[in-house]
């Protein structure tokens, strides 16, 4: 069987970036479960431990930001990832 040539090699390419895109949406989610759980304990606890909350929150924002961003400037730059008009046709 003879290879396809460059065909495969952009079906492969988009593959791999569509799953970037989904590895980089679950960690902008997780990064603000993260957020919510460092919130919740903190309220759970009555406040108290601070310093253990504020460096999950620190981390989960941290995580949330640069994912989010990644991902933002990602599907600006390849006009959103959605199908295109020549797809339609």
């Known amino acids: 069987m003879a290879p396809q040539g460059p065909t495969m090699h952009s079906q492969r390419h988009e593959l791999l970036q569509s799953i970037r895109r989904w590895l980089r949406a ?3 989610l997780l990064g603000l ?5 460092a919130n919740v304990g903190h309220v759970v606890s009555d406040y108290r431990g601070g310093l253990v909350f504020l460096l ?3 981390a989960g924002g941290t995580v ?8 933002f400037g990602d599907l600006a730059v390849s006009g959103g990832g959605g199908p ?6």
Do not use: Y
Request: charged share 10%; no cysteine.
């Open 56 to 58: 999950g929150g620190v």
């Open 33 to 37: 479960g993260l957020v919510v759980l």
């Open 26 to 28: 679950v960690a902008f």
């Open 84 to 89: 295109t008009d020549d797809a339609a046709d």
């Open 64 to 71: 949330a930001l640069v994912a989010g961003t990644t991902l």
